[in-house]
């Protein structure tokens, strides 16, 4: 594509990123470890407990120079949205679709240079700290590494993991995934419960083998 038919960002992303930028540098966030200078992958983050998370990461990765993406509804991409939704980082899914949410993510890593995709990975801020399996599923199909984001609400201090190479076995990668978030807050309970989460699926897989 030639440089005169790039589309300029829209001025409300350009309002929405300064602002969160701002209100980032304001709230004193300091990051503690860097991200990962790598084109493509998938950022697992937790904990989720507040809205204002998406916030102080979006301005984290902004510092780091990454403009994150994020899952959302296709119908959030039609109309005076659509540009928007684009601009912020959008990757719209289409329940509708034959191709599961996992296809269509992948298919989006497939087309673009560089993505870092940004998912929640309890699912919801009422989680009590077991994680989806989504983000590892994605990782595999798109054939990226996994780069895992800590947060401290209390410290105002966040930090990423090196890049992990998802393998074949869930249960074995989560208890990795486990033990270095427990190196970085050992005493966060929903810490505890992925770890538990993990060992337990290893066992199952014992059981069944």
């Known amino acids: 594509m030639s440089q005169a038919n790039v589309r300029k960002p829209t001025l409300l992303s350009r309002i929405v990123r300064r602002t969160i930028w701002v209100i980032y540098r304001l709230q004193g966030w300091k990051i503690d470890t860097r991200l990962p200078h790598i084109p493509k992958f998938v950022i697992a983050g937790a904990p989720h407990t507040s809205n204002w998370d998406f916030v102080f990461f979006t301005g984290a990765t902004a510092e780091e120079g990454v403009a994150p993406s994020f899952m959302g509804k296709h119908t959030l991409f039609q109309g005076f949205m659509r540009n928007f939704m684009f601009d ?29 995709l940004v998912i929640a990975a309890e699912g919801t801020r009422s989680s009590n700290g077991e994680w989806k399996s989504g983000f590892w599923h994605i990782a595999r ?20 993991s090196d890049p992990i190479t998802p393998s074949d076995d869930y249960a074995a990668d989560l208890a990795k995934i486990a033990a270095w978030f427990r190196s970085k807050r050992p005493e966060l309970e929903r810490y505890r419960v992925l770890e538990a989460q993990a060992q337990r699926l290893i066992e199952e897989g014992k059981a069944t083998a």
């Open 88 to 116: 912020m980082g959008g990757v719209p899914i289409d329940r509708t679709k034959r191709a599961n949410y996992v296809e269509q993510v992948a298919e989006a890593f497939a087309a673009a240079d560089k993505l870092a």
């Open 141 to 160: 199909a798109a054939n990226v590494p996994i780069v895992l984001a800590w947060v401290s609400w209390k410290s105002r201090t966040l930090g990423f």
